[in-house]
């Protein structure tokens, strides 16, 4: 590869750092302050990338963001090199305090992706493997991490969100979702009473990379026939503690 081409390339991942980066969609102003290359440039780069289906556009829109091509790129590499192993055994070490089933997660586009889980026998059933994506709204991570959202941000998504009952407790009205998500972020800890799987419940705490910002969370579930979320919040001090220790993980 040409220095030319070699520069041109770096470039262009650095663009797709920076709206990764940036929580929301970004205008080409925006992208050429933070980046500090002219206009012409970072336009002629943002066409390539939009080409190549690795930035995205809203009809009408003039802010550009990650393609789900992108997003998925980067929760297999979440899922599969670097500190992956590492994360695994802080969730081992937290199901073997426990008794319970625990996972890590993040959002991705609409949905919530697992990007790891360990099991306890009796969740065996579902099936909910490391890649598996399920509803944000009915979720205690999903429900979390939509709180650590700026708000513009999570007023956007779940205005689209398909609040769709998947269960007898699952909140299907918006200004329900909004009041749920302003307690959830109050509280620092995302429940779900029963609300995405029947007998099903779960608590979970962020991952946090600053004071503000959330990158994932760890929740602890259990079979509502053994278990309460009164029993569950008494596990908050362990899992507030696997995910310090799993924040370093996302620095590295």
Known sequence: MSNQSNAAAVRAFRILEILSAAGAPMT?????????????TVHRILKQLEAAWLVTREA???????????????????????????????LQQLVDKL??????????????????????????????????????????????????????????????????????????????LREELVETRKRRVGTNNEEHVPGMIAVAVPVMLDRNRA????????????????????FLPELRHAAETMAATFNE
């Open 99 to 176: 008794g319970e089933t625990c996972n890590l997660s993040m959002l991705s586009g609409d949905d919530l992706v697992y990007l790891d889980r360990v099991e306890t026998d009796w969740s065996r059933q579902l099936k909910l493997s490391p890649g598996s994506r399920v509803p944000l709204h009915c979720t205690a991570s999903g429900k979390l991490l939509l709180a650590f959202l700026p708000r513009a941000r999570r007023e956007k998504l779940i205005a689209h969100l398909p609040l769709r009952p998947r269960a007898e407790n699952t909140i299907t009205d918006l200004e329900d």
């Open 28 to 40: 080409l102003a925006e992208i050429v302050a933070a980046i500090g290359l002219p206009k012409q």
């Open 215 to 234: 990158c994932a969370a760890i929740a602890v579930q259990a079979s509502a026939r053994h278990c309460t979320l009164e029993k569950l919040t008494t």
């Open 60 to 90: 009408g829109s003039r802010h550009y963001e990650p393609s789900s091509r992108v997003r998925a790129m980067a929760v297999n590499a979440l899922m599969h090199v670097g500190p992956a192993a590492a994360r695994h055994a802080i």
